[in-house]
């Protein structure tokens, strides 16, 4: 790689009329046309008769995409064998653990699906599709502004279960009354047809402002997508694997519990946020 400074340049751009005319051409030919994406535009001809030359074209793409690794939440369970043999009835001991502590480790991966800085999905909506409320609370507007940035078949609207309560307290004083819609066998609360499901991970501040996410989910519909992988060994759920790591001395079992998890926005509009939503008191 050679670097000249500008005054370099032109010094000897001056000198050689032929690299003056080869850089007056390079200024002059038109830019490549693009979208308003910024990506080159994929030329198509329509509306023409008989056989005009048809316009050549190619789909612009990253040569590095970027890859997501999948995130990790772990921990050793621990129980006394004396518990495991004795305490096993009505209830096994080891299993209602196990259960308890998958359900901690759950937590923690919804947690990190919403505020990892990496892949959460908090800090990874594009700066265009983030939009601020008009008044503060959340009003029906602002959350038709907010289905606007997931235009194309928007799933699920997330919210903390403050920031719902605040919504529809708007809703009263306008005489709206949301309907409520069946999702996955229990009635909650919806918007224009989208659920609105309560999120507790979705953080509220100190001066009791929140936000609202809007999602399109599904790798069909170019959504938001877990990523996990299956057939890990000693698979327990998917994505989960339970390891025994045997018997101290003190006859103690010892359990490595193991999740791996990650999310990806596949493209710009699968993913709209409400920010500033005050929550009230």
């Known amino acids: ?7 370099a340049f ?5 000198r050689s009329e032929t690299l003056r005319g080869h850089l007056d051409a390079l200024a002059a030919a038109p830019a490549p046309a693009r979208n ?10 329509s509306g023409h008769t ?7 074209t190619f789909a612009d793409y990253e040569l590095k995409p970027r890859e997501y690794e999948l995130s ?3 921990t050793v369970l621990q129980v006394h064998t004396r518990v495991a043999d004795l305490y096993n009835e009505p209830m096994d001991q080891i299993e209602q653990q196990l259960r308890l502590t998958i359900e901690a480790l759950r937590e923690r991966q919804e947690n990190e699906l919403v505020n990892n800085p990496e892949f959460g999905l908090l800090h990874n909506a594009d700066l265009k599709q983030r939009i601020h409320t008009r008044s503060g609370p959340p009003t029906p507007d602002d959350l038709d502004e907010l289905l606007a940035t997931v235009w194309k078949d928007p799933s699920v609207i997330l919210a903390h279960p403050r920031a719902i309560a605040a919504f529809g307290r708007e809703c009263n004083k306008r005489g709206i009354y949301p309907q409520a819609i069946d999702f996955g066998g229990h009635s909650v609360p919806a ?24 999602l399109r989910t599904g790798e069909e519909r170019q959504g938001v997508i877990g990523l996990h992988q299956t057939g890990i060994p000693d698979e327990y759920q998917p994505s989960l694997s339970v390891r025994f790591m045997g018997i101290s001395e003190k ?16 493209v710009p509009d699968a993913l709209g946020i409400l920010e500033d939503v005050e929550v009230g008191n």
């Open 251 to 266: 006859a103690i079992i010892s359990y490595l519990v193991t999740a791996y998890y990650s999310a990806a926005v596949l």
């Open 36 to 45: 308003k994406q910024g990506e080159a535009a994929i030329e198509v001809a």
């Open 1 to 7: 790689m050679l670097s000249l400074t500008r005054e």
């Open 72 to 74: 990790v939440a772990q």
């Open 50 to 56: 008989g056989e005009p030359t048809l316009p050549t």
């Open 191 to 214: 918007w224009r047809g989208v659920p609105m499901l309560p999120c507790n991970k979705i953080p509220v501040t100190g001066t009791r402002t929140s936000s609202i996410l809007a």
């Open 10 to 14: 032109q010094e000897i751009s001056a």
